[in-house]
Nanobody, 122 residues
Framework: VQLQASGGGLVQAGGSLRLSCAASARRFSTYNMAWFRQAPGKERGFVAAIARSGGGINYADSVKGRFTISRDNAKNTVYLQMNSLEPEDTAIYYC????????????????WGQGTQFTVSS
């Protein structure tokens, strides 16, 4: 499975942005998907995950109520809609996939995209 994340850039605090992650998987609907992020000098951290069917959605506490993960299995794509952005959201965002795991442990995901960077200016 190859994952290609896109949608990064520069946005002002309080603004919105949507990230996309396109997957090359033949049966995308059989993969659980997730977003992680890594800020400079910090470890990679969990953002959100969505199960194969589109249910089983989980968020990190820091993004609950601001971020929304969704997927379109017909387009082999998972999205991360981000609202009310804060400078602390600045990071490289990675999408990940796994057939069996849909939690917050990045070590459990088998496939990773290359990451997309965005910066939130204050």
């Amino acid at each position: 499975v190859q994952l290609q994340a896109s949608g990064g850039g520069l946005v002002q605090a309080g603004g919105s942005l949507r990230l996309s992650c396109a997957a090359s998987a033949r049966r995308f609907s059989t993969y659980n998907m997730a977003w992680f992020r890594q800020a400079p000098g910090k470890e990679r951290g969990f953002v959100a995950a969505i199960a194969r069917s589109g249910g089983g959605i989980n968020y990190a506490d820091s993004v609950k109520g601001r971020f929304t993960i969704s997927r379109d299995n017909a387009k082999n794509t998972v999205y991360l809609q981000m609202n009310s952005l804060e400078p602390e959201d600045t990071a490289i965002y990675y999408c990940a996939a796994d057939k069996f795991y849909s939690g917050s442990d990045h070590g459990r995901y088998h496939y990773w995209g290359q990451g997309t960077q965005f910066t939130v200016s204050s």
